[in-house]
């Protein structure tokens, strides 16, 4: 049975990757931030576990949580918006540091602890980027410190896909497309389970000629 270790499942993209992941018969940690959300990811199938990606502290818990496992699958979800500017508008300290911490902090905090389970199983390690993220890609200044940040996580992948390779692990950032979720809203373009579907199709077919790559959620290979 693999194990499949989701954080950020409390809603949206990472929700569904447990509800699926579960479904098919896969042994699922997820990771929320909410107590209320415990029950629901129990009745999805998954195992919850309480984590908040802004806390250094909450991180370090997870690597006792995680002692002794072996995980195929380590998905990296939780993310932010932020301020929905159309232009140059400077963010404020607050809202810069709420998305940074998010989107960019957390992964680099938790990527060396996930990294030793995922090493383990010689397994896989996806975090969910954005379109938005790549540079030679863009052509709109919308969101611009959404795009930073993801742009700053698609280097962290990079790195750590430098790292890991040597270690048989394969590591990847998706672009999941304009999906409808809070974040994406209801106008977007692609329903939730056919985003993380497309995504799971991916990842089980992916393999080290893969390793650092940036890719569309229906695995076609994306600019940085």
């Given at each position: 049975?693999?194990?499949?270790?989701v954080i950020g499942a409390s809603r949206g993209i990472?929700?569904?990757?447990?509800?699926?992941?579960?479904?098919?018969?896969?042994?699922?940690?997820?990771?929320?931030?909410?107590?209320?959300?415990?029950?629901?990811?129990?009745?999805?199938?998954?195992?919850?576990?309480?984590?908040?990606?802004?806390?250094?502290?909450?991180?370090?818990?997870?690597?006792?949580?995680?002692?002794?496992?072996?995980?195929?699958?380590?998905?990296?979800?939780?993310?932010?918006?932020?301020?929905?500017?159309?232009?140059?508008?400077?963010?404020?300290?607050?809202?810069?540091?709420?998305?940074?911490?998010?989107?960019?902090?957390?992964?680099?905090?938790?990527?060396?602890?996930?990294?030793?389970?995922?090493?383990?199983?010689?397994?896989?390690?996806?975090?969910?980027?954005?379109?938005?993220?790549?540079?030679?890609?863009?052509?709109?200044?919308?969101?611009?410190?959404?795009?930073?940040?993801?742009?700053?996580?698609?280097?962290?992948?990079?790195?750590?896909?430098?790292?890991?390779?040597?270690?048989?692990?394969?590591?990847v950032a998706f672009n999941p497309g304009w999906v409808?979720t809070d974040m994406g809203g209801a106008g977007a373009?692609?329903?939730?389970?056919?985003?993380?579907?497309?995504?799971?199709?991916?990842?089980?077919?992916?393999?080290?000629?893969?390793?650092?790559?940036?890719?569309?959620?229906?695995?076609?290979?994306?600019?940085?």
């Open positions: 049975m693999s194990t499949i270790l990472g929700r569904e990757f447990a509800r699926q992941y579960a479904a098919d018969g896969a042994r699922v940690i997820a990771t929320h931030r909410h107590p209320g959300d415990t029950r629901s990811l129990r009745e999805a199938g998954a195992r919850p576990l309480q984590l908040d990606v802004d806390s250094a502290e909450s991180i370090a818990g997870l690597g006792w949580h995680l002692d002794g496992e072996r995980v195929d699958v380590a998905l990296l979800v939780a993310g932010i918006y932020g301020p929905r500017t159309s232009d140059l508008t400077p963010p404020s300290d607050e809202e810069f540091g709420a998305v940074m911490r998010t989107n960019l902090l957390a992964p680099m905090r938790l990527i060396p602890i996930v990294s030793q389970s995922v090493v383990a199983a010689h397994g896989k390690l996806a975090v969910i980027s954005s379109l938005m993220g790549s540079i030679g890609m863009a052509k709109s200044t919308a969101g611009w410190l959404y795009r930073a940040s993801k742009a700053g996580l698609n280097s962290v992948l990079k790195s750590t896909s430098l790292e890991l390779g040597a270690h048989g692990v394969v590591c409808r373009d692609l329903d939730v389970r056919e985003s993380v579907g497309s995504m799971r199709r991916v990842l089980g077919a992916i393999n080290s000629s893969h390793n650092g790559k940036f890719l569309n959620y229906d695995g076609v290979q994306l600019e940085w």
